[in-house]
């Protein structure tokens, strides 16, 4: 009789398994949600035309506004797609999408922002980024020292 299917030994048995990094599981749900503010950025430009234009928002700033909104929806989906395969250089694309979102929000706000938008809640905004960083220093520390491990699991005997 053969042996059941459950019962199969997995290609990767004799390979030791990576600890899980929930930190990556955490950030790459961040960017997932950035990516998915991105787009929605862009959709809600292109559904509310009407409106910006009652407004009388310049087309440069509409402008300004779909390509960041779509730059900044791919930079982050981009860095999601970076931590969902598990790529061994993952940490400094987060990095990277991180300090460009931060960028991208901090420029935006002093350049196109009311004068009396700016001076709201960039105390919760400045809290926010740098929990962002943290989250991002956790991933990083943890994601190397599980490389390590598994390169010193690999050169025994």
């Not at 990094?21 to 950030?27: E, P």
């Not at 950025?41 to 960041?68: C, D, E, H, M």
């Not at 991933?139 to 690999?154: H, Q």
Request: aromatic share 16%; net charge positive; hydrophobic share 55%.
């Amino acid at each position: 009789m053969s042996k059941p299917l459950f019962s199969k030994p997995s290609v990767r048995e004799g390979e030791t398994k990576r600890p899980v990094n929930h930190w990556a599981r955490l950030a790459g749900f961040i960017f997932l949600l950035m990516a998915l503010a991105g787009f929605l950025r862009v959709f809600g430009l292109l559904s509310l035309n009407p409106v910006l234009i009652a407004f009388a928002t310049s087309k440069w700033v509409q402008v300004y506004l779909l390509v960041s909104g779509f730059l900044y929806g791919v930079v982050n989906l981009f860095a999601f797609f970076c931590i969902a395969t598990v790529w061994d250089k993952r940490h400094i694309v987060a990095w990277v999408s991180a300090l460009i979102s931060i960028a991208f929000y901090w420029i935006e706000r002093a350049l196109f922002w009311a004068p009396d938008q700016r001076g709201k809640a960039w105390q919760f905004m400045l809290a926010l980024h740098l929990a962002w960083i943290i989250i991002l220093t956790l991933f990083t520390r943890v994601d190397i020292k599980n490389k390590k491990l598994a390169k010193e699991d690999s050169n025994l005997p």
